[in-house]
């Protein structure tokens, strides 16, 4: 089993690296696109496992490494 958690800043959170990509489309004369917002994608192989574990297993992942909860939300696929 796969997982994959995207973790992206929550509402409200301060985005300069999505504000300096914005600037750069921008400058590289790329129109029509509007706000850009940056994130982490990050691909989990799971071992033998079902799938309640697996997303406990994520989910804790999640919440002690992957994602700073003050600031980032986060999103758990498992394929």
Not at 20 to 27: M, Y
Not at 44 to 58: N, Q
């Amino acid at each position: 089993m796969k997982a994959r958690v995207t973790v992206t800043l929550k509402t409200g959170v301060l985005d300069p690296q999505g504000k300096a990509i914005e600037g750069a489309l921008k400058s590289l004369g790329i129109d029509g696109i509007g706000a850009v917002l940056q994130g982490k994608v990050f691909d989990l192989e799971i071992g033998d496992m079902d799938k309640a574990a697996a997303e406990a297993a994520v989910k804790a992942a999640c919440e002690k490494l992957l994602a700073n909860t003050v600031v980032e939300n986060y999103r758990i696929e498992l394929v």
